[in-house]
């Protein structure tokens, strides 16, 4: 039985998709992430950073949205959720995973985790303002990638799908943030992920 530390709306979300769509059994640890809160002491004892999410797999934790939903659906090839590892796909499928975590992620950390990168209140705009411009970048680079495709790897329905669709929830228009619509291909990707009853479950889309 797998156990998921989570918190509503955060990058937890992902993976917890990826357990419904695979159907193995797990238990949510719902968990306090707000800035100076304290935090669970068992998540620390997992992850010392504190944040979610965090999957326990009897002795073994880990941390890290991607490297959760790539071990989970490696760990359950009958979901279809990744291309194998001798499957054309399977390259630009990690790279994808990563650069979600590795970029776009840290574009929107520019707005909800500012103070992480800069020094001061004084820089707070400039951080945040460059945030918007980041978002701008990132999603107008995976659109682009993304151009005529049904899905943004291969030919099926896969992980990166599904943080694709977690990352769009995140966007803040009120904020700065560019709209999903301005990018219409990862849009129409993110509308189809939206579709599945998993994902409607998870992001309680009614
Ligand atoms: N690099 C981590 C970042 C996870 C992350 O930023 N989680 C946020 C929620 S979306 C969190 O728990 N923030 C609380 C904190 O950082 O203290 C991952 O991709 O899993």
Not at 76 to 102: F, I, K, T
Not at 182 to 188: E, K, L, S
Request: charged letters at 20%; glycine letters at 8%; aromatic letters at 10%.
């Amino acid at each position: 039985m797998y156990q998921l530390f989570w918190a509503e709306g955060s990058a937890a979300c992902g993976p917890r998709v990826v357990l419904e769509e695979i159907g193995a059994p797990y238990t949510l640890v719902a968990t306090e992430i707000g800035a100076g809160k304290p935090r669970d002491p068992e998540l620390l004892a997992h992850n010392p950073n504190g944040w979610v999410p965090v999957l326990l797999d009897g002795d073994m934790a880990m941390h890290e949205a991607s490297a959760i939903s790539i071990f989970l659906a490696d760990r359950h090839p009958g979901a279809g959720l990744a291309p194998g590892p001798d499957e054309a796909a399977r390259g630009p499928y990690l790279q994808w995973m990563v650069y979600l975590s590795n970029t776009l992620q840290i574009a929107y950390q520019l707005t909800y985790h500012w103070a992480r990168y800069c020094s001061g209140e004084d820089a707070r705009p400039s951080v945040q303002q460059r945030s918007c411009e980041r978002l701008r970048e990132v999603w107008g680079f995976i659109d682009d990638a993304i151009g005529e495709r049904t899905w943004f790897v291969g030919d099926h329905f896969s992980a990166v799908d599904i943080h694709l669709h977690m990352l769009s929830t995140w966007l803040s228009p009120e904020m700065g943030h560019p709209e999903l619509s301005d990018f219409p291909n990862a849009a129409r990707i993110a509308a189809r992920v939206a579709e599945r009853s998993s994902v409607r479950l998870v992001h309680q889309l009614g």
